[in-house]
């Protein structure tokens, strides 16, 4: 692990590597988060509460509906989370099985 770029255990390390990210890619697949988890991941890493969503999302009670999963994100609040918060929008556009009517 302690190989240089640019020599031959560089060169072998990098191989490696890519081996072993090629295997756990195929063996291991990550799906992506749910939207809801993806943003409240993002609120806890940021130390964010609901009321920090309002620009966003809309109103507080907009923001809840949202993260208890009785709304789902617009286009607009997907383009606003990952416009201002830089939160993936391959996450964000997925779609959550958890919507329950009102």
Do not use: C, W
């Not at 255990?9 to 799906?31: F, I, Q």
């Amino acid at each position: 692990m302690n190989a240089r770029e640019d020599t031959s255990d560089g060169d072998k390390l990098d191989v490696l590597v890519t081996l072993v990210e090629a295997y756990e890619r195929k063996m291991y697949p990550m799906d992506l988060p749910d939207p809801v988890e993806a943003i409240k991941f993002y609120m806890e890493q940021n130390d964010m509460t609901p009321k920090d969503l309002e620009p966003v999302i809309g109103r507080i009670n907009r923001v809840y509906e949202v993260l208890n999963h009785t709304r789902p994100l617009t286009l607009k609040m997907i383009r606003n989370l990952h416009g201002q918060f830089g939160i993936p929008a391959e996450s964000l556009i997925k779609e959550s099985p958890k919507y329950h009517s009102l």
